[in-house]
């Protein structure tokens, strides 16, 4: 069983750890675009590219055209 190399973080970048436990929050089935905004509130400053190209694909594809998100105008 072959094991990925270890990927450099980013200053201030979180610990593979967190980024799991973050990735599935942010696409796991009860993840809203509230809760993705939420989370990258709190954490967002700590997040991988991925975790953050995922919190930005998923707030657009959750957010839809009628939430509170459109509303903000």
């Known amino acids: 069983m ?4 270890r990927t450099p973080r980013s200053k201030g970048e979180a610990p593979r750890k967190f980024q799991f436990q973050w990735g599935n929050l942010l696409t796991g089935p009860m993840a ?3 809760s993705v905004l939420a989370l990258f509130a709190a954490e967002g400053h700590r997040f991988s590219v991925r975790n953050l190209s995922t919190a930005a694909h998923r707030v657009a594809k959750l957010g839809g055209r009628m939430s509170e998100l459109s509303r903000d105008r």
């Open 2 to 5: 072959s094991r990925q190399p």
């Open 32 to 34: 809203t675009a509230e």
